[in-house]
């Protein structure tokens, strides 16, 4: 019963809770989320304002059917249950992309109470390239760079631009059964990447991007000028072809891409740290148990870059900081405007 109350709540519930709570406490604001490995991710964008006046509650958007997921969060804009005390926060999926051109797109970019993350997911912050490095070093312990992410998802996001907005034109114009993200996640998985060879695996996505660009041509023939101008619209949003990675879908980037390359790097650092060991001049006693310590404090790297933080300094994510800030001081301000007075000679509401 508790649940099914806490489920059933809005925003003017919220509010009028705070109220009788006192002008002195902290105000409450829910943020509903989509999962579970949301909470955590919005726990660390809403932190930092949190205060004396006001704190935040991280939640699903539901605890009695278990729902899950962006259209649920949604679904409490749809009912006009979120407002100045609660807001929902998502992934921009392509919705930050399409810019209205769906009904999905128009709620989250409407709305002053719905927040998203610009990049496709949660996941493309956690892969943020210039953190992957501190997240090879938490997993395996060893901080010899071997690798340069930033380098490579620069090269991999310039291969991949092209055809990137091919995807996004396929989903703005309802095209997207003809060409969806599944078939563009197949053409730029990165397969048979090598540490010691990663330009094969980059010269292999351009030869693909290339051929599935030229069957779009051929099945599309008068899209050219269409092409053009979404290619310009697209980088004004800030996606650029060095930042592709960023845009692309979240458990594709993170599952087929980013983690298949992290283990390959992190399997090699982690031998060289046991060759360390292993060749020292310490006694086989000492190393079998300097071995056997260094295996116990390695970390699984999907665990690791889940909680990768390295994205904090990212322009997208101070971007949606600044969003937050931009909301919290109009709610200020409004709080602090007196109720507007009816004007000399203008009608009185009748008794």
Known sequence: ?????????????????????GKTARRRIVAYVESYDDVYFWRTVLSRFEDDRRYF??????KTDLTRGKKSVLMNFVQDRIGP???????????????????????????????????YAIENFQCYAPSLHDVCVAVTLNDHRIFDFREYFRLYSEACFPLFVWSVWAYRTGNHGRFSLTDFNRVTDPGG??????????????????????DLQRLFPDNRDAYL?????????????????????????????????????CRQLQQERQQEIYHSEAHRTQKRNELSCYENSRQDIKTMLKKNTGYQQSDR?????????????????????????PSVGSPQPCA
């Not at 996606?239 to 458990?251: A, D, E, I, R, S």
């Not at 994510?317 to 007075?341: C, G, K, N, W």
């Open 1 to 21: 019963m508790a649940n099914r109350l806490r489920d059933n709540i809005n925003s003017r519930y919220i509010e009028a809770a705070n109220a009788l709570r």
């Open 193 to 214: 990447f090598t540490v010691q060879e990663p330009e094969r695996s980059l010269v292999n996505i351009r030869r693909k991007v290339q051929n599935k660009i030229r």
């Open 317 to 341: 994510f101070l971007q949606l900081q600044a969003d937050i800030q931009r909301f919290l001081d109009s709610q200020q301000l409004s709080a602090l405007q007196p109720a507007a007075q």
């Open 57 to 62: 509650e991280v939640m699903l958007p539901s």
């Open 85 to 119: 005390d609660m807001i929902a926060c998502v992934d921009a999926d392509y919705d930050y992309l399409l810019q209205g051109a769906t009904a999905q797109s128009r709620r989250v970019l409407q709305s002053p109470y719905v927040f998203h993350t610009y990049v």
């Open 229 to 265: 101008q979404l290619k310009d619209q697209i980088r004004q949003l800030g996606v650029t072809p060095q930042t592709t990675y960023l845009y692309m879908q979240g458990h594709h980037l993170f599952d087929t891409v980013v983690a298949p390359i992290l283990n390959k790097v």
